[in-house]
């Protein structure tokens, strides 16, 4: 699709989309609910539903991952079959393939992620070579950085200060 379009049947089956941007949502065909705006947003997406991507190669391999919100660039650029994954940010959640109730706020957050689920990262490249562990969070700053991981029963906390 090109141009600025809302569009009905045959597009989506059951409810509207929006869709704005040369190839955005281009292979769509049962998705609903979806907004893509952005160049190749949405691109791949055949079945997805309830999805928003807001720039350009938001979401673009999407498949079926559903109640996914991208914002930037990239942001959840690979994602398959993820659901239900914030990111907003330039390549936030860019590898994410099948990770799902994760949240990547920052540019490149959670850059690596691929498989893993229930993550939060926060700042600029927080978490960014996580690629499969779950239940981490991480805040990330130049001034600080803070992480606060649970594996199995286990939770602990790593502050980082920087003295002025």
Request: hydrophobic residues 35%; proline residues 1%.
């Amino acid at each position: 699709m090109t141009g600025v379009q809302t569009c009905a049947l045959p597009i989506c089956s059951e409810s509207t989309a929006t869709v704005v941007g040369a190839g955005a949502m281009a292979a769509s065909n049962t998705g609903v609910q979806n907004t893509a705006i952005g160049g190749t947003a949405m691109a791949a997406n055949t079945s997805g539903f309830a999805n928003t991507a807001l720039g350009y190669g938001s979401l673009a391999t999407n498949t079926t991952g559903a109640s996914n919100t991208a914002l930037g660039r990239f942001a959840l650029n690979v994602n398959l079959g993820g659901g239900d994954n914030t990111a907003v940010g330039r390549s936030a959640l860019v590898a994410n393939t099948s990770g799902g109730s994760n949240v990547g706020i920052g540019n490149y957050a959670l850059n690596s992620n691929t498989t893993a689920s229930n993550n939060t990262a926060v700042g600029y490249q927080a978490l960014y070579s996580n690629t499969t562990s779950v239940n981490s969070v991480a805040v990330r700053s130049e001034e600080h950085t803070s992480e606060l991981q649970s594996h199995s029963f286990i939770s602990y906390a790593v502050f980082c200060l920087k003295k002025k």
